[in-house]
């Protein structure tokens, strides 16, 4: 802890996971020292920071700091997003990186743990201004990169178009047309599935943890938060298994919609103008519109946070409980707090982490991998079948950890200890 006290995200994260795995590690406790394994695997193999200067349109020259946290490549090359958001550092892609570890473990896939980024702020520069920023970005990341060696993908402020300018940049300096980034535009070798498959994903893995504890989702009313990515297609694929949604949010305010939610409506919204759901109510006279409380005071039986981190806190969960909810399944990364995770654990909601929840978008990353290198592109059938398998395999291993280790039921416990001991297995087999 000493070693990294000016890294809080980090530490937290750390402590998080190895809390967690407290019962795998007693278990292991002399082999586990004699390889210093969690000494190990909390050291990053490779930490990059450089400097990225560029020249805005005023034709002003400008410095940021890039980053590229290569953590473990036991399962194979390392893979995780690159943040562009003025509150990156290197704490925070530490932490990220470390628990991309475990999450991509437990996608079944051959991808290690990888993150990067930079302190620059995408918000109000130019198109012009962010192609200098990425260009001059990847004049220093392509050093440390390749499509067998680390593959990074989008993540906060890095989207379709971020993706595009680093991947011509790559292509441009190496002369190498390979998958050496995810994401991108289906021209140019990106993945069908990749917009849906995190939202699709959730759903998938929400409706085997149903099944498996003799529930179903059809016929079920859920609350969604959030009306992005991930949000509008857990709203998608809820309603084609039957369930129904009647909330959505954005960071303005929420909607209720008793029919259940028009998708139609909200996508004309958020897809095609990048507007407000307070318009909603002119598509849905009946619904509701309020810029006050919070979606969890909905009556419903699922909910599926999608929007942000720590969105829904204890006295949510409190509401929840009260009205009879029966599972949660988090679409985002981190969006319920401790309290709350244990708050409905101790209820005996069911409860799918982040972790396990949301690993359908980095699953088809790796698909994206697997096609770039064939040289094939996979119909929008196909991906969908394996991130459906990739999802239900998920939950099968975190129900199936937390069972071995008495803790039936806990998937949190169980997405930690399933994503870690691949990891560990293939770190001892190949030696120090
Ligand atoms: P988007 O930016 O597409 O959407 C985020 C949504 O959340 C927007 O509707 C935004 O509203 C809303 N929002 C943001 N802050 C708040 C708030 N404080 N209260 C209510 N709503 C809020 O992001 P994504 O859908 O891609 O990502 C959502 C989450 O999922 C993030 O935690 C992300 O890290 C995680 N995730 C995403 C993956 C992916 O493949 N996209 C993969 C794995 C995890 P507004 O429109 O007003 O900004």
Redesign the pocket.
């Given at each position: 802890a000493k070693k990294n006290a000016s890294e809080p995200e980090f530490l937290q994260a750390v402590k998080e996971v190895l809390e967690s795995l407290r019962m795998v590690v007693e278990a292991h406790e002399d082999e586990y020292r004699r390889d210093a394994v969690l000494e190990r695997i909390v050291e990053p193999d490779r930490q990059v920071k450089f400097k990225v200067q560029w020249v805005d349109d005023k034709g002003q020259a400008q410095v940021n700091t890039g980053y590229r946290i290569q953590f473990n490549n036991s399962i194979g090359p390392y893979k995780g997003g690159l943040r562009f958001h003025p509150s990156v550092n290197t704490g925070i892609i530490k932490f990220l990186g470390f628990e991309q570890i475990f999450k991509n473990s437990l996608t079944g896939l051959p991808i290690g743990g990888g993150k990067g980024g930079s302190d620059f702020d995408p918000k109000g520069k130019s198109d012009r201004e962010v192609m200098a920023f990425c260009k001059a970005f990847m004049t220093e990341l392509y050093k440390y990169v390749g499509a067998d060696v680390d593959v990074p993908a989008?993540?906060?402020g890095v989207g379709a178009r971020e993706i595009g300018y680093l991947y011509g940049q790559y292509k441009r300096i190496t002369n190498l047309y390979e998958g050496v980034l995810t994401g991108k535009g289906l021209t140019y070798g990106g993945s069908l599935v990749?917009t849906q498959?995190?939202?699709y994903g959730l759903l998938y893995l929400v409706d085997e943890m149903l099944r498996y504890n003799g529930m179903d989702l059809k016929g079920k009313t859920c609350a969604v938060?959030?009306?992005?990515?991930?949000?509008?297609y857990a709203t998608e694929k809820a309603t084609q298994l039957g369930a129904k949604v009647v909330t959505m949010?954005?960071?303005?305010g929420?909607i209720y919609d008793e029919e259940g939610i028009d998708l139609d409506a909200v996508k004309q919204i958020?897809e095609g103008r990048?507007g407000?759901?307070k318009e909603y109510t002119q598509y849905r006279p009946n619904a509701k519109y309020s810029e006050s409380g919070r979606v969890w005071q909905a009556k419903v039986d699922i909910a599926l946070p999608?929007?942000?981190?720590n969105?829904l806190d204890l006295e949510d969960a409190k509401m929840l409980v009260a009205n009879g909810v029966q599972a949660v399944g988090e679409?985002?990364?981190?969006?319920t707090t401790i309290e709350a995770t244990e708050y409905f654990q101790k209820n005996g909601v069911l409860f799918a982490p982040?972790k396990a929840a949301?690993?359908?978008?980095?699953a088809t990353s790796a698909l994206e991998m697997s096609q770039n290198s064939e040289r094939l592109s996979w119909s929008f059938e196909e991906v969908d079948a394996k991130l459906k398998d990739i999802m239900t395999g998920i939950f099968h291993k975190i129900a199936d950890a937390s069972e071995r280790y008495n803790a039936k039921g806990n998937y949190v416990i169980g997405a930690n200890i399933a994503g870690f001991e691949k990891v560990v297995e293939a770190m001892q087999a190949q030696g120090i």
């Open positions: 989008g993540d906060i990749r498959a995190t939202g938060s959030g009306s992005g990515n991930v949000a509008i949010s954005d960071s303005t929420w958020k990048r407000r759901l999608c929007a942000t981190q969105e679409g985002a990364n981190m969006p982040g949301n690993a359908g978008g980095v």
